[in-house]
């Protein structure tokens, strides 16, 4: 069997750079489809954030034809740094009238992600390539495997998205508005949603998030909550609602912290076919341990002063072929793992490479009521000074990848009735300001990828004393088939 020539991605941000530019993304000049070059600085790592990874060109370019694309509302905190305004790929064509719009609360979150979801459906054509197409599928039926066009499945990122605004500038927060917000994604004829991720990056009314955004110091960033609150469960029981003809919103448990994540699990078995449901983690990574060995991984904790959160540092754990991973609870354990593959759910894998564990790892910030402090251990006091990511090496980066797929399908494999090789799927996370793994730095570069998956995984499986068989039908299912075929059950 020849290696895949065309992929699917569970989570990539064809739009969200942008609706940043001047216009909005419906410029044609500055829409979905043009890709921001990397700026007088290509080393440095901010820039490659912030260059195009996966906008529409080139999507189409690397034959990613299907993808689910999650529209979202940029978090005020992010704009309260001058880091967009910093960067070099930005620079030029970044709306900053509009940043700072942002910044003073002038948008609700539901109209800027209503901004993003116009940038997306803005030019179904290419304006500067009428041979490329893109388009917005309601159901999988309407997916074409033939075609060589970009097909695209809406998606949520942040519950954040339904807020409104108070005429006093206030966040409007009543489950009033919340519900209008999220219905017009529930019923026939509105856009509609494969998944909804209730909680994002900053801190939000639907439960604790994990922390994720180390570039910015901005106490939003740092998560203060303890698990899921009653508007988040609110939020998730009419997600997935399906009474009088509504459709249903599957729930994405990437972002949500480890409280958040296992009051889930428990409130699903209390839902009308709840054991039918699945649970994705859209665009994940690995902790490489189970839940009960996290206090082994701890290092030492402190409360920095005048500061609520807890800082956390880590030892990280090991995976096959002396792969390490990023133990940070964003991460999912071994027990999320079982939980997804059991409901017969998907992992989309992310590119990035803080995410997949290469580099040094960072202190994680965590709510002093979620914070993992070892009791066992004596308790190390630590000064305030931050770990800095080290250098990544190449080939390294596709073995922690591919480290992760495999610790995947070995905690995968003891859920019953279920074929873990099944259960997993790209989700790149391209354009959702990652620093994407060196052979796939864009998704124009899926074909390198691949090559050098199928060169790492064969000896590593064997190393790990997993059978992987034929490699190239694997990877088919990984980069496709998975994702078609969860489509063809739970969007039809
Ligand atoms: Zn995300
Ligand atoms: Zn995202």
């Given at each position: 069997m020849p290696l895949p020539d065309r992929f699917a991605d569970l989570h990539c941000h064809p739009s969200f750079k942008a609706v940043l530019m001047k216009g909005r993304g419906l410029d044609p000049q500055r829409s979905a489809w043009h890709a921001l070059k990397l700026g007088a600085e290509p080393g440095k790592t901010r820039d490659r954030v912030f260059m195009s990874q996966s906008c529409l060109s080139q999507l189409h370019a690397g034959r990613v034809n299907l993808v689910v694309a999650p529209v979202y509302g940029l978090e005020r905190a992010f704009t309260r740094s001058n880091i967009l305004q910093l960067v070099a790929a930005l620079a030029e064509k970044i709306d900053h009238r509009f940043i700072q719009d942002i910044k003073h609360g002038k948008h609700?979150?539901?109209?800027?992600?209503?901004?993003?979801?116009?940038?997306?459906?803005?030019?179904?054509?290419?304006?500067?390539?009428?041979?490329?197409?893109?388009?917005?599928?309601?159901?999988?039926?309407?997916?074409?495997?033939?075609?060589?066009?970009?097909?695209?499945?809406?998606?949520?990122?942040?519950?954040?998205?339904?807020?409104?605004?108070?005429?006093?500038?206030?966040?409007?927060?009543?489950l009033d508005t919340i519900h209008h917000n999220l219905d017009e994604f529930k019923q026939p004829g509105g856009p509609r949603a494969l998944y909804l991720t209730p909680t994002h990056l900053a801190r939000n009314v639907f439960g604790n998030h994990c922390y994720g955004v180390k570039m910015i110091r901005d106490q939003e960033f740092f998560p203060n909550g303890h698990g899921l609150t009653p508007m988040g469960r609110d939020l998730i029981a009419r997600a997935l609602d399906t009474s009088d003809g509504r459709r249903r919103i599957l729930i994405d448990i990437k972002h949500m912290s480890l409280q958040m994540r296992i009051d889930f699990y428990r409130m699903r078995w209390d839902l009308p076919g709840g054991d039918r449901i699945p649970i994705l983690c859209s665009h994940a990574g690995v902790t490489g341990i189970s839940q009960g060995q996290v206090f082994r991984y701890v290092d030492g904790w402190y409360k920095p002063l005048f500061q609520e959160h807890i800082n956390v540092r880590y030892i990280k754990p090991k995976g096959i072929d002396g792969c390490e991973f990023n133990p940070w609870s964003i991460n999912l354990y071994d027990e999320d793992i079982y939980q997804i593959i059991a409901s017969r759910g998907i992992i989309g894998l992310s590119l990035d490479e803080r995410i997949l564990g290469s580099g040094r790892v960072a202190m994680e910030r965590m709510s002093p009521l979620e914070a993992f402090k070892p009791s066992r251990y004596q308790m190390t006091f630590l000064d305030d000074r931050e770990t800095e990511d080290g250098e990544v090496d190449v080939e390294r980066t596709v073995k922690q990848l591919?480290?992760?797929?495999?610790?995947?399908?070995?905690?995968?494999?003891?859920?019953?009735?279920?074929?873990?090789?099944?259960?997993?799927?790209?989700?790149?996370?391209?354009?959702?300001?990652?620093?994407?793994?060196?052979?796939?730095?864009?998704?124009?570069?899926?074909?390198?990828?691949?090559?050098?998956?199928?060169?790492?995984?064969?000896?590593?499986?064997?190393?790990?004393?997993?059978?992987?068989?034929?490699?190239?039908?694997?990877?088919?299912?990984?980069?496709?088939?998975?994702?078609?075929?969860?489509?063809?059950?739970?969007?039809?």
């Open positions: 609700a979150y539901v109209d800027l992600m209503r901004m993003d979801l116009n940038a997306l459906n803005a030019f179904p054509t290419d304006p500067n390539n009428g041979g490329q197409h893109a388009r917005v599928l309601s159901s999988i039926a309407e997916f074409d495997p033939d075609s060589s066009d970009v097909q695209v499945i809406l998606a949520l990122e942040g519950g954040h998205n339904f807020y409104g605004r108070q005429a006093n500038g206030d966040d409007d927060v009543s591919c480290a992760t797929l495999l610790h995947v399908v070995r905690i995968g494999t003891h859920a019953p009735n279920a074929d873990p090789w099944d259960h997993v799927c790209l989700g790149s996370d391209y354009d959702g300001l990652i620093n994407a793994v060196n052979p796939a730095p864009t998704a124009e570069s899926m074909g390198e990828l691949v090559r050098a998956m199928a060169a790492a995984l064969p000896p590593m499986a064997q190393r790990a004393g997993i059978a992987i068989g034929d490699v190239e039908e694997k990877l088919h299912r990984f980069f496709f088939g998975n994702m078609l075929r969860f489509l063809r059950q739970h969007f039809n």
